[in-house]
């Protein structure tokens, strides 16, 4: 018998199943890759787009290098040194810092996130002067997820936020640790805002003394949950004489303030009368009546015989678990705690400063080729 020694013949269909899922990956990343670059591309065209169309309504725009960058994860486009400033029909402001960025994931381009770096110079025209401001802080950046309507989702974050007069150094906001915004348009032209401040404190001069030795100069905390009426006719040229005309009100939802002596919290309804004052109704949960009564007289807000008259009727309201539960109105630029006239509440800006209007998805590529 001749036994065969030689060597069995190699599996062709193994080589192949090792070989071809290399294969595979190898073309899905130079496809990868080459959108990638290509969308890059038509991002930056974008921006540059953008840029162009603002400065033909008048913006003044201005950067060293215009990049994106990101790779393999996001889609991110970094100005350096950029510098706004808006015509006077917006306010005329002006915002430069040492860098601005946006970034989104490479399958969701309705989505930015925008980051801006600190120290940001801004400068607006105040009532008497032009007012030079430095902001500092740890993180400061917005959300902005838009459809072919606009902009539908938006949000805000700040961490160890710092504000400062460029110029004499005074400070305006000694701290702010932390602020968290939410937004989002909803059906019947209403837009839901939620909002909650931690840890901010005004600067030594920002307040009189009363309210300083009432409250202090740090509010714990600051939360709200409110509905916008007539959203449409605000978000068209930010004008609040307009919004009011409208019918526009602030649907509070949910309100609360931990501010020295004074932990209130509250609900009711908010617009602005003939002359943008304030004007509306809260009802408001005291949880230490006593304690905010002393501190409103001890502060010199109210007098004695007012304070007299606010714990007479903090006495005769309505007592709940959360509290007593009294009236906090805006009425005739008056501010009243119950019965009592607390403060004073001037004119808001008929025209609230307007931002560059963003470009919405469908002046972008389609994120999957």
């Known amino acids: 018998m001749i ?7 190699p599996d062709r269909r193994s080589r192949l199943g090792l070989i071809v899922p290399f294969a595979a990956f190898g073309v899905l990343a130079a496809a990868y890759g080459g959108y990638w670059l290509w969308m890059s591309a038509e991002i930056r065209a974008t921006a540059l787009n953008w840029i162009e169309q603002r400065e033909s309504e008048g913006y003044a725009i201005a950067h060293d290098r215009l990049s994106v960058g990101g790779f393999p994860f996001r889609f991110t486009v970094t100005a ?3 510098e706004i400033i808006a015509p006077p029909e917006d306010g005329g402001w002006r915002m430069a810092m040492p860098e601005l960025s946006a970034s989104a994931l490479p399958y969701n381009l309705s989505h930015w996130i925008v980051a801006f770096a600190s120290p940001a110079e801004i400068d607006f ?14 993180r400061a950046r917005i959300s902005l997820a838009s459809g072919r309507a606009g902009t539908v989702r938006a ?5 160890e936020f710092r504000l400062t007069a460029r110029e004499s150094g005074e400070v305006l906001v000694e701290t702010l640790d932390q602020l968290v915004l939410s937004s989002e348009v909803a059906a019947e032209d209403l837009m839901r805002i939620r909002l909650e401040i931690r840890g901010f404190e005004f600067g030594p001069d920002q307040l009189d003394e009363r309210t300083v030795g009432a409250f202090g100069r740090r509010i714990e905390l600051m939360r709200t949950d409110t509905t916008l009426s007539q959203w449409s006719a605000l978000a068209a040229d930010a004008n609040l004489a307009s919004w009011s005309e409208s019918g526009g009100r602030a649907e ?4 609360e303030l931990q501010w020295g002596n004074a932990r209130l919290g509250g609900e009711g309804a908010m617009g602005v009368d003939a002359l943008l004052r304030p004007e509306g109704r809260l009802s408001v949960m005291v949880t230490e009546p006593e304690s905010l009564v002393a501190a409103l007289v001890t502060g010199g807000v109210v007098s004695t015989s007012d304070g007299e008259a606010l714990r007479l009727a ?17 009425q005739q630029g ?31 590529p389609a994120a999957n080729p």
Do not use: K, W
């Open 334 to 364: 008056g501010i009243f705690l119950g019965p009592v006239r607390i403060g004073e509440a001037g004119p808001l800006t008929g025209h609230l400063p307007s931002a560059p209007e963003l470009p919405g998805t469908d002046e972008l």
């Open 125 to 138: 025209e105040g009532e008497d002067e032009t007012q030079a401001l430095l902001a500092t802080a740890a």
């Open 314 to 330: 903090l006495m005769m309201a309505p007592r709940r678990d959360q509290g007593v539960a009294l009236p906090f109105r805006f």
């Open 3 to 9: 036994r065969d020694f030689s060597t069995p013949a």
């Open 80 to 82: 350096r040194n950029p």
């Open 155 to 159: 949000g805000a974050e700040l961490e």
């Open 252 to 255: 509070i939802a949910m309100a």
